[in-house]
Structure formats: C-alpha cells, structure tokens
T-cell receptor, first 117, second 110 residues
Framework: GAVVSQHPSWVICKSGTSVKIECRSL??????MFWYRQFPKQSLMLMAT?????????EQGVEKDKFLINHASLTLSTLTVTSAHPEDSSFYIC?????????????FGQGTRLTVV | AQSVTQLGSHVSVSEGALVLLRCNYS??????LFWYVQYPNQGLQLLLK??????LVKGINGFEAEFKKSETSFHLTKPSAHMSDAAEYFC????????FGTGTSLTVIP
C-alpha cells in the first residue's frame, strides 16, 4: 500500500511555543489530506481537511488560527500548533488520499505525540 | 448523515478463540467501509476494506469482514486469536471524509 510519513513521531515543547508537524505522501500524490486529533482511549476526531493549493476546511470547534494547516504541494501538508498550551497535548494523526487509480482509501501517518510542558 | 457504531468498547478473548468485533453503520449513499488497527502510540493500519465488490472481504493477519446491507453491518472476525492481535480496532465509513467508530480495545488472554 501507499506510504504516508509523519514527522516527528513525538515532540515535547514549552508552553507558548509553536510546533510544526509534517505529513508526506511518499509514493503517490495526495490531493486531500486529513488531520485528526486523538485523545487517550478515544477515537479519532477530524480537525480539518485540506486540498492541495486551497485553504483547509476546519471542523466546528477547531480554532483555525491555532492549528495552521498548509498543503502547498501534492506530497506535503503541515500542521502548526501555534502558541501551544498543555491542553493541546495529544496524539495527532494525518492521512492522505490520492487520485491515482486504485487508491480508494486514505493512508495514515504514524502519528505525532505532542506534549506541551 | 453518516455514522459508525462499534458495540463493545472492550472485548476479551482467549488465545486461539474466535474474535468478533461488531460494527454497524448508517449512510445515505452506498458506503466504503474499512477496518483499521492501531497499536499503542502508532498510526492506523488498514486491515481490510469494502468497496462494493465481494461482500466477504479478506484482510491481513487472518482477519475478514462481511458486508451485510440488510443489517447495515460490517463485523470483523478472525477464527483464532493470537497474542499479537491485542490492539485498538476502528471501523470507518467513507463518504467523502472518513467517519470513525469509537473503537474497540481487544485483549487476548493467554
């Protein structure tokens, strides 16, 4: 299957700083990328959907100024958590969907464990 | 509206026993259905998917699922549980975006 690489896999940052998480599709062009947040022992919560070259569509309740999403190319999307606070600590997962023949599902990155201290 | 319901947030089975994880969905259009597995601190790995071809879908690691339109179900099964199957399992329906169930934690007892 297709490969999506998410980096870093874990990060610790100080409160008030910003953190950037990268999501790359390694062997296919991802026209759409999804960003999720997962709390312990819970399911994935969709934060936003981004299409290459367009502004991201945020789900209700997700602060777009806090969670900046950029999808400037068909292989890279980034999520920047700005002015991070301890309550932003969570597991963040990206997934990428492509338009190549046979790709009918989205492929998931390995996730990023963010801890804000 | 689309939604996914996974009955049973925790399932325990003995090693070698049958694994059955339940998933029911609602969708306004013919859905794509998926089962994913998640190991601690990792992303989601696709187990299998239903995309309107055969109703009995075989996936990796010996798992399979059957799409039953009349019951709006897509239950996941494995004939014989292995210790390495212990993980979190998510059922999902895709209509545009993905809609995930709340997950089922599978414990395998030696």
């Amino acid at each position: 299957g297709a490969v999506v690489s998410q980096h870093p896999s874990w990060v610790i940052c100080k409160s008030g700083t910003s953190v950037k998480i990268e999501c790359r599709s390694l062997d296919f062009q991802a026209t759409t990328m999804f960003w999720y947040r997962q709390f312990p022992k819970q399911s994935l919560m969709l934060m936003a959907t981004s299409n290459e070259g367009s502004k991201a569509t945020y789900e209700q309740g997700v602060e777009k100024d806090k969670f900046l999403i950029n999808h400037a190319s068909l292989t890279l999307s980034t999520l920047t958590v700005t002015s991070a606070h301890p309550e932003d600590s969570s597991f963040y997962i990206c997934s990428a969907a492509g338009t190549q023949a046979g790709v009918t599902e989205a492929f998931f990155g390995q996730g990023t464990r963010l801890t804000v201290v | 509206a689309q939604s996914v319901t996974q009955l049973g947030s925790h399932v325990s089975v003995s090693e070698g026993a049958l694994v059955l994880l339940r998933c029911n969905y609602s969708s306004s259009v013919p859905p794509y259905l998926f089962w994913y597995v998640q190991y601690p601190n990792q992303g989601l790995q696709l187990l299998l998917k239903y995309t309107s071809a055969a109703t009995l879908v075989k996936g990796i690691n010996g798992f399979e699922a059957e799409f039953k339109k009349s019951e709006t179900s897509f239950h996941l099964t494995k004939p014989s549980a292995h210790m390495s199957d212990a993980a979190e399992y998510f059922c999902a329906v895709r209509v545009g975006q993905f809609y995930f169930g709340t997950g089922t934690s599978l414990t395998v007892i030696p």
